[in-house]
């Protein structure tokens, strides 16, 4: 049984060595993804004074090894990610959330066609979320929390290449503030 797993392994090894040069994301490209976010909201039941700004996003990632499974190649960058809502009540007093997630990512990229990245990975990052009431209305106004710790999320995303450089990019969990992230990819 380990004679025909080291052979499997030295196969695969020796295939992916092979792997060709036009891959989309390889060894050394760097991408800035920048997005917008929809999903995932918290406060969606709230009619008049809400207001929110959309989830944004931008992540850099740097291929740091391919020739793996083929087209397969492994990258790592950062992520930052932010969100604030509020509400105002017509009576003078409401509330404001701001949420920030800054972290590394991996990502395990592999390319099924041409012009075509897709992507899984992992974010471990730091999440910060402050609540703050507003108002002079008794007993508003005066709560202010902050709080803050390790974040976790994995995502999925593809970036599709318009250009050799220019990408349209879609995420689905990305960062965790929201569902979904459409944007754009720009490769170095």
């Not at 976010?37 to 931008?58: D, E, M, N, R, W």
């Not at 390319?111 to 990245?117: E, G, R, T, W």
């Not at 995303?157 to 450089?165: D, I, P, W």
């Amino acid at each position: 049984m380990k004679k025909v797993v080291i052979t499997l392994f030295a196969a695969i090894l020796a295939f992916n060595l092979s792997a060709q040069e036009n891959e989309i994301f390889s060894k050394g490209d760097k991408v800035l993804n920048v997005g917008i976010g929809f999903g995932g909201g918290y406060y969606s039941g709230y009619s008049s004074g809400y207001s929110k700004t959309p989830f944004l996003s931008a992540s850099f990632d740097v291929g740091l090894f391919d020739g793996f499974l083929d087209k397969a190649t492994v990258g790592i960058g950062g992520y930052v990610g932010f969100s604030s809502a509020k509400w105002e009540s017509g009576y003078n007093y409401g509330w404001k959330e701001t949420n920030l997630v800054i972290g590394p990512r991996g990502t395990f990229n592999y390319q099924f066609i041409d012009k075509l990245d897709t992507y899984a990975g992992i974010l471990l990052g730091y999440h910060n979320v402050s609540w703050k009431e507003t108002g002079n209305w008794a007993g508003y106004g005066t709560y202010d929390s902050n709080s803050s710790g390790v974040y976790f999320s994995g995502f999925v995303g593809a970036r599709y290449y318009l250009t050799e450089n220019i990408a349209g990019m879609l995420e689905l969990g990305s960062g965790g503030l929201s569902l979904a992230t459409i944007g754009v990819a720009v490769k170095f």
